[in-house]
């Protein structure tokens, strides 16, 4: 059983960055792949990036391709999202999401995934 732990999440100014983090606990790190998501009240939960168990291969939302990066540090047990150039519209509650893999693609489908986290709000005012 996979225990997602997410922080980093705060208020800010449009054009501001924000980092958001996710420890894991609980597995072995190295062999989930790692997706963030983000839902705002009464919306579907929507794809943001994902990555695949060794870190090599990214995905990412086109509404966020050029702006965000996800990257993973394994020896830590962490995955990131470094958010850059914020907009009033990601303010959003954001997941992490994990799932156990056999090989190194990363996964766009909120179903695909059966372990998340709380969840930690990110708001961004204009």
């Known amino acids: 059983q996979v225990q997602l732990i997410e922080s980093g999440g705060g208020s800010v100014q449009a054009g501001e960055s924000l980092r958001l983090s996710c420890a894991a606990s609980g597995g072995v790190f190295s062999i989930y792949a790692m997706g963030w998501f983000r839902q705002a009240p009464g919306k579907e939960r929507e794809f943001v990036a994902a990555i695949s168990s060794s870190g090599g291969r990214t995905g990412y939302a086109d509404s966020v391709k050029g702006r965000f990066t996800i990257s993973r540090d394994n020896a830590k047990n962490t995955v990131y999202l470094q958010m850059n150039s914020l907009k009033p519209e990601d303010t959003d509650v954001y997941y992490c999401?994990?799932?156990?893999?056999?090989?190194?693609?990363?996964?766009?489908?909120?179903?695909?995934?059966?372990?998340w986290g709380q969840g930690t709000q990110v708001t961004v005012s204009s």
């Open positions: 999401a994990a799932v156990r893999v056999l090989g190194d693609a990363y996964y766009v489908t909120k179903s695909t995934y059966n372990y």
